[in-house]
């Protein structure tokens, strides 16, 4: 990045519902059991917001602790970008909301939709706003209440998803003095709407009895299709990502989106990196979309994984379908 900043992660935080939704409730729920849940997605458990928690409350929290960590005043951010698909309303945009929770009195703000892929994107944005000169600090939250937009009498997607937010901190790598962004990529197949989505309440279907009838305003899923599709690009990324750095020997630690264990099983094995090099919380989480790789990141750190001068890459695919990375050093 010749003639631009370099930047640098300062904080890390993040905040999880207490609520634990269990498989054995699952079970209670819809028809599946403990057994089919572990085998096929490795989730045990997931966390479930409380009805009144918003998405803005969930991301003000885990921004808090970043900021904390960051050893950053609220006052002194200039932008937050509010990686969600399930934002407090449609408009306006929830990281508004988080700014006026926060004190971030002079920050702008904006959300960001990629879905899973949603904070890679907003991280990649928030370095180059920095590496730019165009703004000191900037703080990138990644936010999902998916249980608002479950149906709980459908198995195939209830027993996947969870809440849960992470947020980073991003400045100066002369200010924050660690977590180097090195590089990142976004990508994206339209012509998928049907993969994986919401249907209605968008102007392709708006809001109606009708739509509401049929269910539109639940998650639609075609696993299979997510599961090929979230294998391949996985391998492909992460493969090209480590190419100019001597490839996969090199990386220290991989922090992936929490999809599906089975995806990060058969991706491990595909790039030839063993598993004590990728972190997993995907056990006690399930799949939190936007808030997936921040949480992970943040315990991955917490649990040594990804430690001072460890050369990390999280990489991250969902509904779009997207798909993007992200490379630094700790
Ligand atoms: N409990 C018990 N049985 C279930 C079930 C559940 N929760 N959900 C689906 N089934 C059943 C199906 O109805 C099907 O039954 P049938 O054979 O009688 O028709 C059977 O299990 C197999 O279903 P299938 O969809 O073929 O299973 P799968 O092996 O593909 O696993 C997923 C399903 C969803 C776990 C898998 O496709 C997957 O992980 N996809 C990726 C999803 C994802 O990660 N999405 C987020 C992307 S960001």
């Not at 944005?125 to 900037?138: D, K, L, Q, R």
């Not at 490839?247 to 063993?274: C, F, K, M, S, T």
Request: proline share 3%.
């Amino acid at each position: 990045m010749s003639g631009l900043r370099r930047v640098g992660i300062a904080g890390l935080g993040i905040y999880v519902p207490e609520r634990r939704l269990t498989n054995a409730e699952l079970e209670r729920m819809v028809d599946t059991s403990d057994d089919w849940i572990r085998q096929r997605t490795g989730i045990s458990e997931r966390r479930i917001a409380r009805p009144d928690e918003l998405t803005s409350d969930m991301g003000t929290a885990a921004a808090r602790r970043a900021l904390a960590d960051a050893g950053v005043e609220a006052s002194a951010v200039d932008l937050v970008i509010c990686c969600t698909v399930t934002p407090d309303q449609l408009f306006p945009a929830t990281a508004c909301s988080i700014g006026h929770k926060l004190g971030a009195s002079r920050a702008g703000g904006f959300d960001l939709s990629a879905a899973c892929s949603g904070f890679v994107l907003g991280a990649q944005t928030a370095a180059h706003f920095i590496a730019t000169g165009a703004a000191e600090t900037v703080l990138v939250v990644g936010v999902e209440k998916l249980s608002a937009i479950l149906d709980y009498r459908d198995r195939s997607t209830c027993v996947i998803f969870g809440d849960g937010a992470g947020a980073a901190v991003f400045t100066t790598l002369e200010r924050s003095g660690r977590g180097e962004f090195l590089g990142g990529s976004a990508g994206m197949k339209g012509g998928t709407e049907d993969v994986l989505s919401l249907p209605a309440g968008g102007t392709r279907f708006p809001a109606s009895h009708a739509t509401v009838d049929a269910g539109q305003h639940f998650i639609r899923m075609q696993g299979k299709a997510v599961y090929r599709f979230a294998v391949t690009t996985f391998v492909d990324v992460v493969r090209r990502t480590l190419a100019p750095y001597g490839g996969i020997d090199r990386l220290d630690a991989l922090v992936p989106h929490q999809v599906n264990l089975r995806i990060i099983e058969a991706a491990a094995e595909g790039l030839g990196l063993p598993m004590e090099r990728i972190f997993v919380n995907i056990d006690r989480y399930g799949n939190t979309s936007a808030a997936s790789v921040p949480i992970a990141l943040f315990e991955a750190r917490e649990a040594g994984l990804v430690k001072p001068g460890a050369l990390t890459c999280c990489v991250a695919f969902g509904a779009g379908l997207t798909w993007g990375h992200l490379l630094f050093r700790w």
